[in-house]
């Protein structure tokens, strides 16, 4: 079982910026991926990014490329979630996942390839 917990979200204008953690707690030395997704009000969780947790290779929504950045400190069992040039579509709650078993590139964006969600963490981008 593994634990998450984010942290970092909160109120930011148009072309701000925020960095989200996710401290992961329990049996993390067997994680394979982290993930971060979002929900907008009235709209399905979406794909952000997400990383392999050993090579830490990223993978990005095509609507965050360029703006987030999505990166891992093994030694502090942490995913970081940089957030830059923020747009009010950007606006949701931002929820971190994490899976054991190893998988495909192509199913690192899907919300059921994740067995451990934290409770989310609101981003707000004002205009």
């Known amino acids: 079982q593994v634990q998450l917990v984010e942290s970092g979200g909160g109120l930011v204008q148009a072309g701000g910026s925020l960095r989200l953690s996710c401290a992961a707690s329990?049996?993390?030395?067997?994680?394979?991926?982290a993930g971060w997704f979002r929900q907008a009000p009235g709209k399905e969780r979406e794909f952000v990014a997400a990383i392999t947790w050993s090579a830490g290779s990223g993978y990005y929504a095509d609507s965050v490329k360029g703006r987030f950045t999505i990166s891992r400190d093994n030694a502090k069992n942490t995913v970081y979630l940089q957030l830059n040039s923020l747009k009010p579509e950007d606006t949701a709650v931002y929820y971190c996942?994490?899976?054991?078993?190893?998988?495909?590139?192509?199913?690192?964006?899907?919300?059921?390839?994740?067995?451990?969600w934290g409770q989310g963490t609101q981003v707000t981008v004002s205009s």
């Open positions: 329990g049996r993390t030395f067997s994680l394979n991926a």
């Open positions: 996942a994490a899976r054991y078993p190893p998988i495909t590139a192509q199913a690192m964006g899907l919300v059921s390839s994740y067995h451990y």
